[in-house]
């Protein structure tokens, strides 16, 4: 899995659209990008996944950048249940083995 | 609903008392795994199954045994606990390496204190 880096945390007023970054500048042409969240010691849970494209489902917008080197996850009206920490993983589409969990973002939403 | 379930939710233990948490799905995943999560270290990955009958070691296997006789179940077991896996415990599945998306789905934890 190729490494990547996210910001420790931010904060995202209720309401308002939750922009999260990725950094994963050594990913190689056929790793996607994958999201998942942990809601407070819940079990992670997947979001949206990507590979070049832009991606969106009832959950959240995933951004790729053309070069593949970075990625934000868009929540587009934040609301106090999502707050929680959010893990970029890169991986291969088809790679079955442990995901990879780095340090993520936390994500609060205020009021 | 298509869910992972583990059982049970909370356990208080004492050292070497043999236990068992259960994991079921109910989704015909092929793959399977159990991770512990510790403050500090992330989720790391105990055991996995590719199908059934077949597991092997992750991470941090030691300590731990498991079990893979029926598809949808994959029961981690900790013969005689120890202190050291005081942990929150995570159950998982997906359809398996090689098939589409390969999106894990995790069950709700199991929070175990060992004294």
């Known amino acids: 899995d190729a490494k990547t880096t996210q910001p420790p945390s931010m904060d995202c007023a209720e309401g308002r659209a939750a922009n999260l970054p990725c950094n994963h500048s050594?990913?190689?042409?056929?790793?996607?990008v994958y999201w998942y969240r942990q809601i407070h010691s819940q079990g992670p849970q997947y979001i949206i996944h990507g590979l070049k494209n832009n991606e969106t489902n009832e959950m959240a917008s995933l951004i790729i950048t053309e070069d593949r080197k970075s990625s934000t996850l868009i929540l587009p009206h934040a609301t106090l249940r999502d707050t929680a920490v959010y893990y970029c993983?890169?991986?291969?589409?088809?790679?079955?083995?442990?995901?990879?969990f780095g340090q993520g973002t936390e994500l609060s939403v205020k009021p | 609903e298509a869910q992972v379930t583990q059982n049970p939710r909370y356990l208080i233990t004492v050292t070497g008392k043999k236990l068992t948490v259960t994991c079921s799905q109910n989704?015909?995943?092929?793959?399977m795994s159990w991770y512990r999560q510790d403050p500090g270290l992330g989720l790391r990955q105990i055991y996995y199954s590719m199908n059934v009958e077949v597991t092997d070691k992750g991470d941090v296997p030691e300590g731990y045994k498991v079990s893979r006789k029926e598809k949808r179940n994959f029961p981690l077991i900790l013969e005689s606990p120890s202190p050291n896996q005081t942990s929150l415990y995570f159950c998982?599945?997906?359809?398996?390496?090689?098939?589409?998306?390969?999106?894990?789905?995790f069950g709700a934890g199991t929070r175990l204190s060992v004294l």
């Open positions: 993983i890169a991986r291969f589409y088809n790679q079955g083995g442990k995901l990879i």
């Open positions: 998982a599945s997906s359809l398996g390496s090689g098939l589409a998306k390969n999106i894990q789905y």
């Open positions: 989704m015909n995943h092929e793959y």
């Open positions: 050594t990913i190689s042409g056929n790793e996607y």
